[in-house]
């Protein structure tokens, strides 16, 4: 596949200077040994305004970059069913988890940091049982998981997307001619590697037919 092009499948402090009312008593206390008229013109001088501090608001953090892609893996042709790649050696250690699923060219892209680490062919569902398209957030994890409606078929390594059910696992065999009921079904070596590094919030970006190259932001 080409490495430019590819199917993609993110105090106050007041401070009260003086209080008059100390001395005005003091000096009350002494009134015989004062002259009435030099009292009264030094108890009459003006008070210092009040001194505020007001605290300064904190600097608008900065807008985050939007999630691009930065790299790709360099596979050659299409990916065939039941094909998978999985190179984490050119990209970064950590980083933002995106994964990436084109329903026309069934396959599902994880990018970390923008940097692709895994690709795969996926199984996807039917016209009577689609798998939605737009940008879904991990909801839940579960390694152990079985279908609640489907005669508990195996979902082992699921990452759950909607509310009716629709996930990102494996149990099955990701061949030609099979179907799911709208989940992807991917193979176990590569969901299980997934599995390990999603965490629930993560993206999940569902297109049809959309080509992304490097420098193509992500959702």
């Not at 007041?14 to 040994?33: I, K, N, Q, T, Y």
């Not at 807008?63 to 596979?75: N, Q």
């Not at 590697?193 to 970006?205: E, S």
Request: net charge negative.
């Amino acid at each position: 596949m080409n490495e430019a092009v590819k199917w993609i499948g993110g105090s106050t402090v007041v401070a009260v200077v003086l209080l008059g009312s100390m001395v005005v008593a003091g000096r009350a206390l002494e009134a015989h040994d004062i002259d009435p008229n030099t009292w009264l013109a030094d108890s009459a001088a003006p008070v210092p305004a009040k001194t505020v501090a007001v605290a300064q608001a904190p600097a608008p953090a900065p807008s985050p970059e939007p999630f691009m892609i930065k790299h790709i893996l360099p596979i050659d042709g299409p990916i065939k069913y039941g094909e998978w790649h999985w190179d984490e050696s050119g990209a970064p250690a950590t980083g933002p988890i995106v994964v990436t699923i084109d329903l026309e060219a069934r396959v599902l892209s994880v990018f970390r940091d923008g940097y692709e680490i895994g690709a795969t062919a996926v199984m996807l569902g039917t016209d009577e049982h689609p798998t939605p398209l737009g940008v879904f957030p991990i909801l839940s994890k579960e390694r152990h998981n079985v279908s609640e409606t489907y005669g508990d078929a195996p979902m082992p390594w699921t990452l759950r997307l909607t509310g009716d059910g629709v996930a990102i696992h494996g149990g099955a065999a990701v061949e030609r001619g099979w179907a799911s009921h709208g989940c992807i079904g991917t193979p176990n070596e590569f969901v299980s590697k997934l599995f390990a590094i999603a965490k629930v919030g993560d993206r999940v970006i569902i297109t049809r037919g959309q080509t992304a190259t490097v420098g193509t932001p992500l959702a």
